[in-house]
């Protein structure tokens, strides 16, 4: 059995993805003054939303987290990202790491952030909006498309405590669900954005297709993945920084990240 399928097996980070997480979290740093907040994802979880997604298509899907409030950021990590602009409590549970998440719900652009009942039974007061106040964050997914949020999704955000988070993914093949670029706004990008494959020979693109971008990691569904896209933000519109960590706090690339701060100090 192959190293690559035991990972997938016992639950491990795929490498590829390892070094796309280490590769964001640099950029995390460097324009750390540009949030006024920041927030701390185990990149176990990361990947297996990622493999959520996938598994959904065609569907967006909703997805529920919670912190664990025994799980405090690291503070020497907390300290590092700290902005400039730095806001303490802008929202629900700020400085605990997320651990936990489920899919909630599942469907198109406009019906996915509404829940089903059994989500909102009797427990929580119907003024509390769709989302019933059920989890502290929630991250929804944008099937090849980037992860810049919609007026559905800045009202959708209205109702949370803690912060929206957009997954975009890039991928083929791409079935009823076409790479769709037409929108405007900030992109973070986990690596590169997707490009076409170096050839001496020009390759015919039909329809758009995917087929002939670089291709950065397969998925267990057997998707290739071309392009990894995450924000965070506050109800507010103002922007919260992720910091992809690992199971004792620290950031992904946390030496080269801080070796390189130094070099520049």
């Given at each position: 059995m192959s190293k690559k399928h035991l990972g997938r097996l016992s639950g491990m980070i795929e490498q590829w993805l390892e070094e796309l997480m280490s590769s964001y979290n640099l950029d995390s740093f460097e324009a750390k003054?540009?949030?006024?907040?920041?927030?701390?994802?185990?990149?176990?979880?990361?990947?297996?939303?990622?493999?959520?997604?996938?598994?959904?298509?065609?569907?967006?899907?909703?997805?529920?987290?919670?912190?664990?409030?025994?799980s405090p950021h690291n503070q020497e990590v907390e300290e590092f990202f700290r902005s400039e602009q730095n806001v303490d409590g802008l929202f629900q549970s700020q400085g605990y790491c997320i651990s936990e998440a489920h899919i909630v719900n599942r469907g198109n652009s406009f019906s996915v952030h509404h829940l089903p009942e059994d989500w909102t039974d009797d427990i929580f007061s119907s003024s509390r909006g769709s989302r019933a106040g059920r989890f502290t964050h929630w991250l929804h997914t944008h099937p090849n498309a980037p992860a810049i949020p919609s007026e559905a999704d800045a009202d959708a955000a209205q109702e949370t405590q803690g912060v929206d988070m957009i997954l975009g993914l890039r991928f083929s093949p791409e079935g009823p669900l076409p790479w769709f670029d037409a929108v405007e706004g900030v992109r973070r990008i986990l690596g590169d954005e997707a490009k076409p494959i170096k050839s001496e020979k020009p390759k015919r693109r039909w329809f758009g297709s995917n087929k002939d971008l670089q291709v950065i990691g397969i998925a267990p569904s057997g998707h290739k993945i071309h392009e990894i896209q995450l924000i965070a933000f506050h109800k507010s519109g103002l922007a919260v920084n992720v910091i992809l960590i690992d199971d004792d706090g620290f950031p992904y690339g946390w030496e080269k990240i801080k070796s390189i701060h130094t070099s520049n100090s």
């Open positions: 003054n540009s949030y006024t907040a920041q927030i701390h994802l185990r990149g176990n979880l990361f990947q297996k939303l990622i493999w959520w997604a996938l598994k959904s298509l065609p569907d967006e899907i909703l997805i529920g987290m919670d912190v664990d409030p025994n």
